[in-house]
């Protein structure tokens, strides 16, 4: 038996109006669809909040229990059922989590337009339930096909960018999750001065004290504090900065090393080859080398 045309179905498309320009239409970058996915999950989190740099999206979807995130001068608070979205070559890594008890689904991908997901950028948001749904149906598609065919791979990359879309329109809908620093208790706005003082002043060399004058606070006791909360010390966030932010200015600009290394802080070009080798573990030269042979690799900056 032949199912039957809904009514409502064929008045819609009655309503739709011819096109005024029949060469302008809805530009794939709306759909932003991403490629080169992978998948993983993490149900217990590392005791030290490293912080990665990398040249991959990164989407982290909360499922099970709750975590503080540093991402640039972004600190928020993901609950069970939150997502966020980290763009390559940005600052990030866990400061408060549970012991135990956790689930976190990583989706991490590439878009040859990271312009079309500008949105997301350091926003924590709440998954829907279509979006949720999405992201179920991606994980038993990605579990379940030990040798992904091209059917396999158009779906799951088609799924995940209806999830990202679905983050955009809540995203423009609604009021994204606050972060540290942004309608948050003191301590907390203290922090997030910090990271935005750091962030917007990332080409000059600064140190702890000049950090300490902007929110009026000794060096020593804002150390004390930023360490406490984020289990990382204040001035190895300021070195990790400057170097995921050269990383990037190496893999992505035809700067010369010299203006990469004023750019991000540095006192010289021997002090910014120094921790770059000893940090990442290869010259600033080399990993230039590198990244023009590879499409990249994830780097780990450690503590």
Not at 110 to 115: A, G, N
Not at 196 to 201: Q, S
Not at 253 to 272: D, H, R
């Amino acid at each position: 038996m032949e199912e039957s045309i809904p009514e409502e179905f064929k008045r819609t498309v009655a309503s739709l109006q011819s096109p005024v320009d029949v060469f302008s239409g809805v530009d794939a970058r709306v759909l932003g669809v991403p490629e080169n996915l992978l998948m993983f999950s993490r149900n217990e989190l590392p005791t030290k909040a490293d912080i990665h740099v990398h040249h991959r999206f990164v989407l982290m979807v909360n499922l099970q229990g709750k975590s503080s995130l540093v991402v640039d001068d972004f600190f928020p608070m993901l609950k069970e059922g939150d997502a966020l979205l980290v763009f390559p070559y940005q600052y990030h890594g866990f400061s408060e989590f549970p012991a135990s008890n956790i689930l976190w689904l990583f989706i991490t991908f590439e878009m040859k337009d990271p312009e079309a997901l500008v949105h997301l950028r350091n926003t924590a948001l709440p998954l829907n339930s279509d979006a949720l749904e999405q992201v179920q149906r991606m994980s038993e598609l990605y579990v379940s096909s030990s040798k992904p065919g091209d059917e396999f791979a158009r779906e799951l990359l088609l799924r995940l960018g209806l999830v990202l879309n679905e983050m955009i329109c809540t995203q423009l809908r609604e009021e994204p999750l606050v972060g540290l620093g942004r309608g948050a208790p003191a301590k907390s706005e203290l922090i997030g001065r910090v990271g935005r003082y750091l962030v917007e002043n990332i080409q000059r060399h600064i140190d702890i004290a000049d950090v300490a004058c902007q929110v009026s606070m000794s060096p020593s006791h804002l150390r004390n504090v930023f360490k406490k909360r984020f289990g990382i010390s204040l001035g190895r966030y300021m070195r990790n900065m400057r170097l995921i932010r050269a990383a990037r200015l190496i893999a992505t600009s035809e700067m010369k090393l010299t203006e990469i290394s004023e750019a991000c802080g540095f006192e010289s070009l021997y002090s910014f080859s120094r921790t770059f080798k000893n940090q990442i573990g290869m010259a600033p030269s080399k990993y230039r080398m590198m990244m023009k042979d590879t499409s990249g690799w994830p780097l780990q900056v450690e503590r």
